[in-house]
């Protein structure tokens, strides 16, 4: 089906007054015979799309995992889940079922990214709670939740370096993980890339330094 339409432009090198002309035009509906036809590979049948060798892990078991970590150590994969639980899955392949879940620690917010430390400690990037840090025996200590006097609104990417530096993202300054639409519909950046360290004045006792690395990118998430 066939629709005609006339769209005025204009051309600045007319007068004020004589700067429009119309311009005809014919949009054309396709077919859907010929949408069918696209040779995409998406309408191709891959090896890859089901690998025989792939398996679900701790499916009914974990609320909406955000990120994984691989301990090498244990052997455990730790993932922080949308009720607020740390998870450890440990995988047994000689045994049915192939996967236990162990709900560890519950932050009390919304973990998102976590990264292991120097000393067998978990660090977590919680959207609710700014950043933790989680003990091997499941103690949480609150690092920071703000910086220059300006809460985090959404603590989100983290990662530790070989130094024991923390690098860690605030999505957004301004809004919450509820909102975050708000901030995408907004289109400015409220987000800041940050550093800190950990400095032990006592046992099981952090004091944290932490600087500005970078700011104004929009919704920064992961770090690596």
Same mark, same amino acid.
């Given at each position: 089906? $066939?629709?005609?339409?006339?769209?005025?432009?204009?051309?600045?090198? +007319?007068?004020?007054?004589?700067?429009?002309?119309?311009?005809?035009?014919?949009?054309?509906?396709?077919?859907?015979?010929?949408?069918?036809?696209?040779?995409?590979?998406?309408?191709?049948?891959?090896?890859?799309?089901?690998?025989?060798?792939?398996?679900?892990? %701790?499916?009914?078991? =974990?609320? %909406?995992?955000?990120?994984? $970590?691989?301990?090498?150590?244990?052997?455990?994969?730790?993932?922080?889940?949308?009720?607020?639980?740390? &998870?450890?899955?440990?995988?047994?392949?000689?045994?049915?079922?192939?996967?236990?879940? #162990?709900?560890?620690?519950?932050?009390?917010?919304?973990?998102?990214?976590? $990264?292991?430390?120097?000393?067998? #400690?978990?660090?977590?990037?919680? $959207?609710?709670?700014?950043? =933790?840090?989680? +003990?091997?025996?499941?103690?949480?200590?609150?690092?920071?939740?703000?910086?220059?006097?300006?809460?985090?609104?959404?603590?989100?990417?983290?990662?530790?370096?070989?130094?024991?530096?923390?690098?860690?993202?605030?999505?957004?300054?301004?809004?919450?993980? +509820?909102?975050?639409?708000?901030?995408? =519909? #907004?289109?400015?950046?409220?987000?800041?890339?940050?550093?800190?360290?950990?400095?032990?004045?006592?046992? &099981?006792?952090?004091?944290?330094?932490?600087?500005? =690395?970078?700011?104004?990118?929009?919704?920064? +998430? &992961?770090?690596?």
């Amino acid at each position: 089906m $066939a629709l005609s339409h006339n769209f005025s432009v204009s051309n600045p090198n +007319t007068s004020r007054h004589h700067r429009h002309a119309h311009l005809p035009t014919r949009l054309v509906r396709p077919s859907p015979s010929a949408l069918s036809r696209v040779d995409s590979p998406l309408n191709q049948e891959s090896s890859c799309s089901h690998p025989s060798h792939a398996s679900r892990v %701790g499916f009914g078991l =974990l609320q %909406g995992p955000e990120v994984v $970590a691989y301990h090498s150590g244990s052997g455990l994969i730790y993932t922080g889940c949308e009720d607020g639980w740390l &998870k450890r899955v440990k995988l047994n392949y000689l045994e049915n079922p192939e996967f236990v879940v #162990e709900s560890w620690v519950n932050t009390g917010g919304r973990p998102l990214e976590l $990264a292991f430390g120097l000393h067998n #400690e978990v660090v977590v990037a919680d $959207a609710d709670k700014g950043l =933790l840090n989680v +003990t091997s025996e499941g103690e949480v200590k609150l690092l920071t939740d703000e910086a220059e006097g300006v809460k985090f609104g959404i603590t989100d990417g983290v990662d530790v370096a070989v130094d024991d530096t923390i690098y860690f993202t605030d999505a957004s300054y301004k809004y919450n993980l +509820t909102d975050t639409i708000l901030d995408i =519909l #907004e289109g400015q950046s409220h987000s800041r890339f940050l550093s800190a360290t950990q400095q032990p004045n006592r046992p &099981k006792c952090w004091s944290v330094t932490y600087t500005l =690395l970078m700011e104004w990118w929009f919704q920064p +998430t &992961k770090v690596t």
